[in-house]
């Protein structure tokens, strides 16, 4: 879905305040349900989650920091819902075999790194991913989910865009209202810069709570100087196209699509349309591209990007000291 406009209005705007009751209503079941004990697990279980609905860069700081887990010699599982999908689970995510409309965008990516579960019932993926061999659960989302115990919950903000106007929803972006779900978190992820993210990261320093500062980084390519139509459904499209342009590619035009949108021929011939001018070609990211139907796939370029931690030390003590305790 798009967030609408209102929700970074602030709680006064008329659209926030009528919907005020039902994300008070909302927001209370949400919390009551985090509150509840989970399944703990011989091995530790760190989950990546926000604050709020919609992305903030959960699935590259979930690779980001399975590549952490393993360069300090513990081989890390990834455990997703598989939003999107159709397959319940729990199922091995094999990107050679399947695509994501049976088991998500998200998988698919994650899993050219590490095994990757996907799995509706947590508990049951959790233990098919000690059955493929895990020391360590890294969760692709589910801070709201209670069904297992984690040993470190990482909140991902983007500092562009914040928290918006800190209602749940549907009066807001908040999944339950703040001061609930701080207690289940034990560090903050800041993704990129702006003046949005500032209020949680001064609550999260206020808690005593490690910030982690990040940056989602493109991978240069060739793509500098080229033409190009670019299109996106994710979270939030006008960063893609932002990254677009920090690399030189020069944009002929952009489309948005609603995040896990899932791509139809019909949409890429329209796209190829857009785009069928002399030298430009089209460009999505990468968690896009795996939802574009096959037959299309070899005309769609790739902007690759990866999370970069300002001080990697500071999430390397957090997580070697959670080893360290297990």
């Not at 010699?73 to 598989?82: D, E, M, V, Y």
């Not at 001018?277 to 299309?296: H, I, M, N, Q, Y």
């Amino acid at each position: 879905m798009r967030p609408p406009a209102f929700w970074s209005a602030g709680p006064d705007h008329p659209a926030a305040r009528l919907l005020a009751p039902l994300g008070r209503a909302y927001g209370a079941l949400t919390a009551a349900r985090m509150d509840r004990p989970g399944e703990r697990l011989p091995c530790p279980v760190l989950c990546v989650g926000n604050f709020t609905l919609g992305g903030a860069g959960k699935t590259p700081t979930a690779l980001a920091l399975a590549a952490l887990l393993a360069g300090m010699g513990t081989r890390p599982a990834f455990l997703s819902r598989g939003y999107g999908g159709r397959l319940a689970g729990p199922v091995v995510v094999d990107p050679r075999r399947h695509g994501a409309a049976e088991v998500g965008d998200e998988p698919l990516l994650l899993a050219r790194a590490h095994p990757t579960i996907v799995a509706r019932d947590r508990p049951a993926g959790a233990r098919a991913c000690l059955a493929a061999g895990a020391g360590a659960i890294v969760m692709d989302d589910g801070l709201q989910n209670p069904s297992l115990a984690k040993d470190l919950a990482l909140a991902v903000v983007d500092a562009e865009a914040g928290l918006g106007n800190g209602l749940p929803f549907p009066a807001g972006p908040l999944r339950a209202p703040l001061d609930r779900q701080w207690r289940h978190v034990g560090g903050l992820v800041l993704v990129g810069d702006g003046a949005a993210g500032a209020a949680a990261a001064q609550e999260a320093e206020r808690r005593g709570l490690p910030v982690h500062r990040a940056a989602l980084v493109p991978a240069q390519g060739d793509l500098a100087g080229r033409r190009v139509f670019a299109f996106a459904g994710i979270g939030r499209p006008e960063k893609f196209f932002a990254s677009l342009r920090a690399i030189g590619a020069e944009i002929e035009g952009t489309r948005e699509f609603p995040d896990h949108h899932p791509y139809c021929a019909a949409d890429l011939a329209a796209l190829a349309a857009a785009a069928e001018r002399p030298g430009v070609e089209l460009v999505t990211t990468e968690k896009d591209a795996v939802r574009v139907p096959s037959e299309f796939r070899s005309r769609v370029r790739t902007l690759p990007v990866a999370l970069r931690f300002a001080d990697p030390e500071s999430l390397h003590r957090q997580v070697g000291a959670l080893l360290g305790a297990r």
